[in-house]
């Protein structure tokens, strides 16, 4: 039995079991079976993937059961490992376990605990069988069951509206997406007469340069499948547009967002775009179209970024922001660079929001990082991993020495957009050095309000609370209000006892539960760029080579490669002057003169209050899409339903036949005697009729 | 099984048991009914085992001359054969959902559904034209009753606007009939099929039939009566109704108006278009702003079964199957939420929606089923929903992307509306002391979602077994249509490879660039 077998079912065989069991035997039950299935997951995928990078794994599709055959459609459940489905392997069920690990320690609290275990495997799962998919409707099968799990999970404490309207939203723009990758695959089956992915990109080329009638106009043909497939990444992966669900599902429970809404689902649009790379080469208007879409979102989502109050949103909007750089990578036909940036930042971010997690549960649910401060020295081992994970987002490395993570790919990512010298790459190359500049910004900023300063945690509702009910007193198990945003606290009553601003509280580090995955993720924040930059951007450790750690799981354009590594200096030294200016504003605002960001923002006013208010797109759906489908379907319902369809059919036919009979009664009971009638005479008429 | 009259038997079984429970009290009357309609359900596994897939196309076929020119014909191909097997699935279901809900006249009522299991069954092997209209017309006596007697507070005026409907459109279709055996000298369905009318003769008869079976479906804007008779009909009155009763029309257009008419049913093609477009996207704005639970499922249906009237006239296999699958699941996923309906109905008597809340809470059992259900409806892919909606939307787009793209707002607007009732009946905060008080499912309710969701997800997974007795069928009719069939609006062009193709830098004809 291949491996891939027990990787792909050993977490859908938890989820089912701990699911089903419940709460009728001990959560730690449900906790194991899940935890140690990933466990396992994640020990076999490893192998597989060192196999790729030695060299010595071939891949291969691992057949699993007949799915659909309808006339030439046909498609299969099978497996499919090569070395694209290996990155994703790890990069899954390595989070995954350690998430799931990590959920020992910080859902301890909750009542519901099964639940939760059996929703984190069921989505690894199905994450399992997006990556491994050889056929489209597979793919999309797994871009279901992820959506499903995310939807499950951001509205796990079920009892919060926010959560719920949160999980709804998510669910519903992410179809506006799938309505795009949906036609996508039927436009790919019209063409080609396959779902197959590997038939489709071999087929891809012949096509290029055809065109094709689609909903009124005509395209080039490749352009119009891929600009639809790109629909549904877009939503998948929170790109701008189509964003708006990813800050809401920051309502879920922080190891899932450090899991789902960091380093795995979000990331599926990229896979997807990197998978069927050979298939988007054929069509150069959608790649313009990624480059341009991937680098606005990543401007987009750094400037509101830079102004959020919520650790976890600003979190949630560089995540956002990351995801824009690997979209412009393949956009400009770096899918192997792409894939690396996908690689590390599943690690450095999922350590972000881990530790933003350790944060919040150190200081009893308070998110907002105003009531932060001074907590370096109280949660030291927390401090240290978000640090690493801070060096490795911004990128801080020297040039021909060592970096962290992020340098590594970040930089590789910018070199190649300025190497492609196409326009729309132009501008990815300054929208994401300018993103770059925000990224190192924000996140000094975030590190900043957390962990220097003083204690500023008086004011914080959550920690008064704690102070005045003890701190046993837990708020776990679907409370009415979790976790919730710290926008609209309203308790401003600095405790008189306490003038340090500690209120008397005093955080916890975190259990080693939480630790220990913290730990290993600060190592692969480290270390992930260093060691594996080789095969991920040049395919091998010995110079470019196309055939080499990829092999065909993705297009590999040597050319782009080389040129990578020959831009100018003053090119690869722009991340890295960006990254020290980003530093260096978020210190001087931060750190030495604190009056400065309330000054700034008063003076920018309108600007400071377009990217608070997160440019107003949820104000802008909600007014064209949201408002007016309520209104239209009150509307249809009680004008046409009622008022035209009923009043001049069936009403009208009663009125019709009450004014003749003048009998209402006499009609309404009759109605079946005269329908059994007119079918009896009917039939007589049948008989009459063939008997003559 | 050779010679055996196994249809008839699966006709008499319920008949004969609707008489008896005529004469015997209430609870002899529904356990009689369960027997009954078990023996159905086994009947029926047998007759799917027995099937010959790859066989003749018409199996276990019966001939009785009742008198001059008008016969007893039974026989099934494998689309009736589906159809079967999903009402006598949904039978047994229906009594046990009755169980407790009915108390008075039980034997009228458990006699109503066996008759009503006779002649759906009827409809669906009856292989002579009269015989079809019998069974057809008279299919829907039992139900006017069930509505009217049994039904809620304003079941008389939501029987009589059934009744409205359906009475104009068979007449019409029968007209059609007498005029369609006159002229073919037969009134034998498969030579019917075969039989090439005169296009100009089949523009009305395809008229005619389209009343009666738009009607059924039902399309708009001929739809009006399915919320009213939902909201009014018991449970498992409901459950009938969206699982097999809707189904007629669209049994009707495959096995009637495509055969028969393909010419005019090609004429047709944009009619149905444009009727099934304004169903998916105006019943869906509808659904989401429902309060009553009964009324949003039943707005949700008119929308699903739009799906299928569209993919039947795409005129390719995908289109046909993907109709036939969509019916199927259908009746076995809005089933399912009328269920769930009937569950909490059955424990605080309201179908308002406000009136629950927090349900995950004391039922979290409930919550599960439903979740299943509410995802299948909205077509999640490993549930019957996804396979019905995908294969019809593929055969859709073969012939129009506008069409499919208009059809396919339909997965964003069902989520919308689903996702919507579910949160606000199993989420949220228990806000109502009465419906934190209900029970989660007890042996019985357990009895009738898991077999449901067992089908709904074995036709997710593993549709093969769904598929494979229609494929010969589906690729004949294909076939015969063929001449027929609508050109796509991709009109694919083969063209030179584009000169600014991707992968090539560009900097790279002109040399070095950069440096």
Redesign the interface.
């Known amino acids: 039995m291949h491996p891939i077998l027990i990787i792909v079912f050993a977490p859908l065989l938890a989820a089912i079991v701990a699911g089903l069991t419940n709460k009728s035997a001990p959560s730690v039950f449900a906790k194991g079976i899940t935890t140690g299935a990933l466990f396992l997951s994640a020990a076999l995928s490893w192998p597989i993937f060192l196999g790729f990078l030695s060299g010595s794994q071939e891949a291969t599709v691992v057949p699993v059961l007949q799915w659909v055959q309808s006339g030439t459609m046909d498609f299969d459940w099978a497996l499919r490992v090569d070395a694209l489905t290996a990155v994703m392997l790890v990069v899954i069920n390595t989070v995954s376990a350690l998430v799931h690990l990590y959920s020992w320690g910080y859902m301890e609290e909750d009542p519901d605990q099964p639940r939760f275990f059996a929703y984190l495997s069921l989505f690894t799962f199905a994450m399992l069988m997006l990556v491994t998919a050889d056929n489209l409707v597979q793919m999309f099968f797994g871009w279901e069951g992820v959506g499903l799990a995310s939807y499950l999970l951001i509205g796990f404490w079920f009892k919060k509206p926010s959560a719920n309207a949160a999980a709804i939203k998510a669910f519903v723009v992410n179809r506006v997406g799938d309505l795009g990758f949906m036609l996508g695959i039927f436009g790919t089956f019209l063409v080609f007469g396959t779902v197959s992915i590997p038939e489709i990109l071999g087929a891809a080329p012949a096509m290029s340069g055809s065109t094709i009638g689609a909903f009124g106009y005509r395209f080039y043909t490749m352009d119009i499948l891929c600009i639809l497939l790109f629909i549904g990444a877009m939503g998948k992966s929170a790109q701008l547009g189509l964003h708006t669900w990813l800050p809401d599902a920051m309502e879920g429970p922080t190891p899932v967002s450090a899991l789902i809404h960091a380093a795995t689902m979000v990331t599926a649009g990229v896979f997807m775009v990197c998978r069927l790379s050979p298939m988007f080469e054929t069509a150069p208007t959608a790649l313009a179209i990624v480059t341009f879409i991937g680098a606005a979102t990543c401007l987009f989502a750094a400037t509101v970024g830079t102004t959020q109050w919520d650790i976890k949103r600003v979190i949630a909007y560089s995540t956002c922001s990351q995801l824009g750089y690997m979209f412009f990578a393949a956009g400009v036909g770096a899918y192997g660079v792409a894939m690396f940036h996908l690689f590390t930042h599943a690690f450095f971010k999922a350590l972000l929001f881990l530790g933003a997690g350790s944060v919040i549960h150190a200081m009893h649910h308070e998110q907002d990082m105003r009531y932060y401060g001074g907590l370096r020295k109280k949660i030291p081992i927390t401090f240290w991993a978000m640090l690493a994970g801070t060096l490795a987002i911004t990128g801080v490395g020297v040039l021909g020495f060592f970096g962290f993570a992020g340098f590594y790919s970040k930089d590789a990512i910018l070199e190649a957009a300025f190497a492609r010298g196409t326009e729309v790459s132009n501008f990815a190359f300054w929208a994401g050095a300018f993103a770059a500049l925000l990224t190192s910004f924000y996140s000094w900023r975030l590190m900043f309000l957390t962990f220097w300063g003083k204690p500023r945690w008086a004011e914080s509702e959550h920690i008064q609370h704690a102070v005045h009910h003890g701190h046993d007193d837990s708020e776990h198990g679907n409370p009415p209000v979790q976790e919730d945003a710290g926008d609209d606290v309203a308790h401003h009553v600095p405790s008189p006892d306490h003038a340090d601003g500690t209120a008397g509280y005093h955080p916890h580090e975190s259990p080693w539960s939480m630790l220990v995955p913290l730990i290993v993720l600060t190592v692969g924040a480290i270390f992930a760029g260093y060691v594996f930059k080789y095969p991920f951007i040049d395919g091998s450790t010995e110079g470019v080579d196309p055939n080499g750690f990829w092999g065909n799981s993705i297009y590999f354009n040597e050319g782009l490669i080389h040129a990578l590594h020959d831009v100018p200096l003053w090119v690869k030294l722009t991340a890295t002057v960006v990254m020290l200016l980003g530093f260096a504003i978020a210190w001087m605002a931060y750190i030495r003169d604190t009056s400065i960001p309330a000054k700034a923002a008063k003076q920018l006013g309108p600007v400071y209050d377009f990217l608070f208010n997160k440019w107003y797109f949820d104000e802008l759906y909600n007014t064209i899409f949201v408002k007016p489908a309520f209104w239209i379907g009150r509307k249809f319902w009680k004008i046409i339903d009622i008022g035209v369809i009923d009043r001049f059919g069936p009403d009208g036919a009663a009125w019709v036949v009450m004014q003749g009979s003048g009998a209402a009664k006499r009609f309404q009971s009759g109605y079946l005697y005269s329908y059994a009638l007119v079918m009896l005479l009917g039939i007589v008429a049948a008989i009459t009729w063939v008997l003559l | 099984m050779e010679g055996f009259p196994i249809l008839t038997t699966m006709l008499l079984v319920p008949l004969i048991a609707a008489i008896a429970c005529f004469f015997v009290n209430a609870q002899t009357a529904r356990l009689l009914a369960l027997g009954a309609t078990l023996i159905d359900l086994a009947l029926g596994i047998a007759l799917w085992l027995a099937y010959d897939i790859g066989g003749a196309q018409w199996q276990f076929t019966e001939v009785a001359d009742v008198f ?3 016969e007893y014909r039974l026989g099934i191909d494998g689309i009736a054969l589906m159809l079967i097997m999903l009402s006598v699935f949904l039978m047994p279901i229906c009594i046990l959902a009755s169980w407790d809900a009915i108390s008075k006249r039980v034997g009228e009522y458990m006699a109503a559904f066996l008759i009503m299991e006779t002649l759906m069954i009827g409809v669906f092997a009856a292989q002579d034209l ?1 015989l079809f ?2 069974f057809f ?2 299919g ?2 039992p139900m ?2 069930i509505i ?1 007697i049994w039904g809620g507070a304003d079941r ?1 005026y939501a ?3 059934f ?5 104009i459109g ?2 019409l279709m ?1 007209v059609a ?2 005029w369609m ?2 002229v073919a000298g037969t ?1 034998y369905i498969p030579t019917l099929m075969q039989y090439d009318f005169a296009p100009e003769a089949q523009t009305w008869l395809w008229l005619a039939f389209f009343a009666s079976f738009a009607v059924k479906v039902p399309m708009w ?2 739809h ?2 399915l919320p009213a008779a939902h909201v009014q009909a018991p449970t498992a009155g409901s459950v009938i109704l969206a699982g097999v009763l809707l189904k007629l029309g669209g049994y009707g257009f495959i096995r009637f108006s495509l055969p028969m008419f393909p010419e005019a049913s090609a004429q047709f093609v944009p009619l149905i278009f444009v009727l099934s477009v304004i169903a998916v996207i ?1 019943t869906s ?6 309060e009553d639970m009964k009324k949003l499922i039943a707005y949700s249906s008119v929308a699903h079964m739009a799906i299928v009237t569209a993919a039947l006239f795409a005129f ?3 289109g046909l ?2 109709a036939m699958v969509m019916m199927l699941s259908h009746g076995l996923v809005s089933g399912a939420l009328f269920l769930c309906v009937g569950v909490i109905y059955d424990r605080l008597h309201t179908r308002e929606i406000s009136r629950y809340g ?1 349900l ?1 809470i004391n039922m ?1 059992r409930y919550a599960l089923f439903f979740l299943l259900f509410t ?1 299948a409806s909205i077509g ?3 549930t019957s929903g ?2 019905a909606e ?2 019809s ?2 055969g859709t ?2 012939v129009s ?2 069409v ?2 208009f059809l ?2 339909g ?3 069902g ?2 509306y689903m ?2 009732l579910y ?1 606000r009946v ?4 228990q806000v109502h002391e009465d419906a934190a008080a209900m029970t989660d499912l007890n042996a019985r309710e357990w009895a009738i979602l898991a077999p449901i969701a067992a089908a709904v997800l074995w036709m997710g ?4 077994s769904f ?1 494979a007795p229609m494929r010969a069928d589906i ?1 004949a009719l ?1 076939a015969r249509l063929a001449r027929a069939a609508p050109a ?11 000169a ?9 004809h002109e040399g ?4």
């Open positions: 001059a020119g008008f009269f209209y019998i017309e008279a829907l006596i006017y009753l009217g008389i029987s009589f606007k009744f409205l409907y359906t009475l068979s007449v029968l009939m007498l055996v006159n009134s804007p001929v009006t009566w105006y704005l509808v659904a989401l702003v429902q390719n296999v995908q199957e993907g927090g995950a979290p995802m999640l892919p490993g996804f396979i995908f294969l939307l593929t787009y073969q992307s506008t499919t793209l396919t707002t997965i964003i607007l989520a919308g996702l919507y949160r199993v989420f949220g905060v997974v593993y549709p093969e598929l690729a294909e796509g609006d991709a009109h694919l062009n083969a063209g030179e490879p584009r600014e193709a991707a992968n090539a830098l560009a900097g790279e070095e660039g950069e440096h």
